[in-house]
């Protein structure tokens, strides 16, 4: 029996219309009812903005949860184009994910506003998926834990533990996202247990009960490899999210595994 449920998040970015979409989500929701009914994994599912409602109305009733990929922490103003943690929790999501590197890196993304992104999801009743995650240059550079301290100082700043024991944080080593390069389960383990140990160090016990994701280049080939390992709690995965056997397969790993 593990100690954390794991949860397994389909970041499905910028791709599918709505009714793509809705497919993807039946196909989901369909297989994996009867895996979830033994409460062993969540499943969680992230739709473009535009998708939310409709994929909300299909899951309706399922244990698949909805995620959004982003959010903007004030709940409503004169902020043109945004859309607010609180009408993310209105229209259905459970999760929202904070930081994804491709926000920190085409849109400006930076810890701060990571932080107040993940409160803002958490005091509309949502549990947020903090990204981290270090470059090839800081990892070569030997910063790789560095890097990661100091997104967990900025992302998790004046968190409770109430705060964290509601957050999921996702190790997404940026040299693995869409690369095709997944880190090893050794190499993402070293981090997994070295982010643990530093919530451990900052927030106590919680820090047991905290999920922590690996992202990176995952598919149904690689994921029983990191799942043995004793600080992998689950996966963000992005391009074979978007098939929903693989992702299944991802999902059901034990059984792939065990077949
Ligand atoms: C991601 O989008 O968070 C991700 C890990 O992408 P991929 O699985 O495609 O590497």
Redesign the pocket.
Known sequence: MRLRRPIFCG?W?LHRTIAESLELATAVKNAVGPTVHRNDIEVVLAPVFTALHPVAGRLFGSQVRLAAQDCFWESQGAFTGEVSAYLLADVGCRYVIVG?S?RRQHFGEVDETVNRKAKAVIAAGMRPIV?IGETARERDDGMMFSRLAAQMMGGLLGFSEEMLAETVL?Y?PIW????GRVATPEQAQEAHGYIRQHLREHFGEVAERVRIQY????KADNIAGLMVQPDIDGA?????SLKAEEFLNIVRYQEVAGS
């Open positions: 970041n970015k994804h491709e990204c996702a997404e693995a996202i869409g690369t992202g990176g280049s995952v963000l995965v992005g391009g074979a």
